[in-house]
């Protein structure tokens, strides 16, 4: 149980254009989502927090408005990044927490993001 | 500030034995995290510690002491397979998982 998908695993973009990475629980419902960037040897780091209905909590340093997210079930969260630049290629990963308790985040695959 | 420090990189050989240490100064504490990531993939979780003590699941083991800020990671009979960065996270007094930069684990035969 407890499984997290994201879509897509990897996406080549142009310069200029926007991006939409989905990341769904399949077998549970998540109130909380959480979405993280990591660069090549680098740790993980946290872009924002949504709950399910709610606006997303956003990270310091993270532009809320490049990077849209969208919280609309309790079993899908997606991720919009808006006018990509090549700055933004990373490894997108996004994790699911079913709310009890509380710090238990489950893991998607995570989507690599490429911008030429 | 909130803190985790662990090494960037160990080596170790196969078969053999290897500690992973993680010092933190959080504002709170809530429970500490490993987890593995191999290179190109999500973390996949492999211990979690609210308690002092050694928490023991085949060859993987964890070790906290909440009195010194401090855990370890003991990896047994290592194989190649193990060649992974290994995170160490701590759940903070507000429920934030505050992460580790992480620690590479090269492993040779």
């Known amino acids: 149980g407890a499984v997290v998908s994201q879509h897509p695993s990897w996406v080549i973009c142009k310069s200029g254009t926007s991006v939409k990475i989905e990341c769904r629980s399949l077998d549970f419902q998540a109130t909380t989502m959480f979405w993280y960037r990591q660069f090549p040897k680098q740790s993980l780091m946290l872009m924002a927090t949504s709950n399910e209905g709610s606006k997303a909590t956003y990270e310091q340093g993270v532009e809320k408005d490049k990077f849209l997210i969208n919280h609309a079930s309790l079993t899908l969260s997606t991720l919009t990044v808006t006018s990509a630049h090549p700055e933004d290629s990373s490894f997108y990963i996004c994790s699911a927490s079913p709310g009890t308790p509380e710090y238990e985040q489950y893991f998607g695959p995570g989507t690599r993001l490429t911008v030429t | 500030g909130q803190n985790i420090d662990q090494p960037t990189e160990m080596t170790a050989t196969e078969g053999a034995i290897v500690q992973i240490n993680c010092t933190y100064q959080?504002?709170?504490?809530?429970?500490l995290f490993w987890y593995q990531q191999h290179a190109g993939e999500a973390p996949t979780f492999l211990s979690y510690?609210?308690l002092d003590g050694l928490e023991e699941k085949g060859r993987f083991s964890s070790f906290l002491s909440r009195s010194k800020g401090y855990s370890y990671l003991l990896l047994k009979e290592l194989q190649m397979k193990d060649s992974a960065s290994y995170l160490c996270?701590?759940?903070?007094?507000?429920?934030?998982?505050?992460w580790g930069a992480g620690t590479k684990l090269i492993i040779k035969p």
């Open positions: 510690n609210v």
């Open positions: 959080t504002s709170g504490f809530n429970g």
């Open positions: 996270a701590v759940i903070d007094s507000n429920y934030q998982l505050i």
